[in-house]
């Protein structure tokens, strides 16, 4: 099991920032696919972005406004979230990626004035 673990989430405004991190409890970090994903009530998770070993993917609805980033030595991904919009509220979930898949207990994120 590796834990995981996120923060930065919060309330924020339309067209404000907010920077997510996830830390993950392992030593084999760089060896992992990472993504963020997230979640609305009655609905299914969807990834928003994911670093695999090959490529940087997004989903259409954030791309051009999120960006996904990793640092192995401090075993982190970050989502960093501009111009956020009220359809952007959800709870966003971190996920690592081998063999096997581990998720954090998710973060919310609520855009709104």
């Known amino acids: 099991q590796v834990p995981l673990v996120e923060s930065g989430g919060g309330l924020a405004q339309p067209g404000g920032s907010l920077n997510l991190s996830c830390v993950a409890s392992?030593?084999?970090?760089?060896?992992?696919?990472v993504g963020w994903y997230r979640q609305n009530p009655g609905h299914g998770r969807e990834l928003v972005a994911e670093?695999?070993?090959?490529?940087?993917n997004y989903a259409p609805s954030v791309k051009g406004r999120f960006t996904i980033s990793r640092d192995n030595a401090q075993a982190t991904v970050f989502l960093q979230m501009n111009s956020l919009k009220p359809e952007d509220t959800a709870v966003y979930y971190c996920?690592?990626?081998?063999?096997?898949?581990?998720w954090g207990k998710g973060i919310q994120v609520t855009v709104s004035s």
């Open positions: 996920r690592l990626k081998s063999s096997v898949e581990y």
């Open positions: 392992t030593g084999l970090f760089q060896f992992y696919d």
């Open positions: 670093i695999t070993l090959i490529s940087t």
